[in-house]
């Protein structure tokens, strides 16, 4: 029998398809997309199914629906490896002018000065207390070398470090205005998720990536090495990872400027601005 919960959802969902009378399903690849596409698989009118899976290795809900997809729209070519199912290679939303940032602006907001280099690492809109441990531990030695850093912490862990702060080294809890923070950057020092490396690549930055280790999947880790693969990112590992290994290798590339440059091109190259709309027209196609 199945359980209540998933009974309970069934009808739930029974009820808004009939309320809505929707055209076409779209599932983004986690589970909860999983019982939308398989009702609407069911129905004696099958509706439509799009597919957007944000990561380089399909979740199971893509996996286990790519044959009854109308289209399956991929964030990355390493997605097609795992699935049997034609793909469209439309990469992943990103928010309006994300790459349209105005660094003299940026310098002027973080207050850092526009002739030093600049690292920018986040964790994400609620931070990650890892990379927050990580860069505690070197930020001294960093900002003591010339560059500066902007270090978004997450609300959580403000506090705990606010009293980093110094004329070369900007902290803040949140980032509202993310593109004029990417416009500034020399260099970005994130996680893996999907979300994140869209924005990375649209706005062309090269970038250190430590994937978060318990995805689920371990799809952050994969994501990275997709970048990796292309000559945009450098790829370090939170379990093996010590703060002087992260320190040389933070120091060792961003004063390599042809490294820069080339990576700052392959990540260019990787963005794919036009997400959003490529992802849209293939909904309405599929709903015509």
């Not at 808004?16 to 009702?39: C, D, H, I, K, R």
């Not at 940032?101 to 931070?127: V, W, Y």
């Not at 927050?132 to 900002?143: E, F, G, H, R």
Request: proline share 5%.
């Amino acid at each position: 029998m199945l359980p209540v919960r998933i009974i309970r959802s069934m009808l739930k969902i029974r009820s808004l398809m009939n309320e809505f009378l929707p055209q076409v399903v779209v599932g983004t690849g986690g589970y909860a997309s999983a019982l939308p596409l398989y009702m609407a698989s069911k129905k004696n009118n099958p509706l439509p199914i799009i597919l957007q899976e944000q990561n380089s290795y399909p979740g199971m809900t893509t996996r286990w629906f790519a044959d009854k997809a109308k289209t399956i729209c991929v964030a990355f070519n390493d997605a097609n490896t795992h699935l049997e199912s034609d793909t469209v290679l439309t990469g992943n939303p990103v928010r309006q002018g994300i790459a349209d940032g105005n660094p003299q602006r940026g310098f002027k907001e973080f207050k850092l000065a526009e002739d030093h280099k600049t690292i920018f690492l986040f964790g994400g809109s609620q931070g990650s207390a890892y990379l927050n441990k990580m860069m505690s531990q070197v930020v001294a030695n960093i900002a003591g070398a010339g560059l500066q850093i902007l270090w978004q912490t997450g609300d959580l862990e403000y506090i705990k470090y606010r009293s980093m702060e110094s004329d070369d080294i900007r902290i803040v809890p949140f980032i509202h205005n993310m593109a004029d923070a990417y416009a500034i950057a020399d260099l970005i020092i994130c996680r893996s998720g999907a979300l994140t490396l869209a924005e990375v690549t649209v706005c062309g930055k090269p970038a250190i990536l430590i994937p978060f280790p318990f995805a689920a999947g371990d799809h952050q880790t994969k994501n990275a090495q997709a970048l990796v693969n292309a000559g945009a990112a450098r790829i370090l590992f939170e379990k093996s990872l010590g703060s002087q290994d992260f320190f040389h290798t933070v120091m060792n590339l961003i004063h390599n400027q042809k490294e820069l440059n080339k990576m700052s091109l392959a990540s260019k190259k990787l963005g794919r601005p036009d997400a959003t709309s490529e992802i849209v027209d293939h909904i309405f196609e599929a709903a015509a």
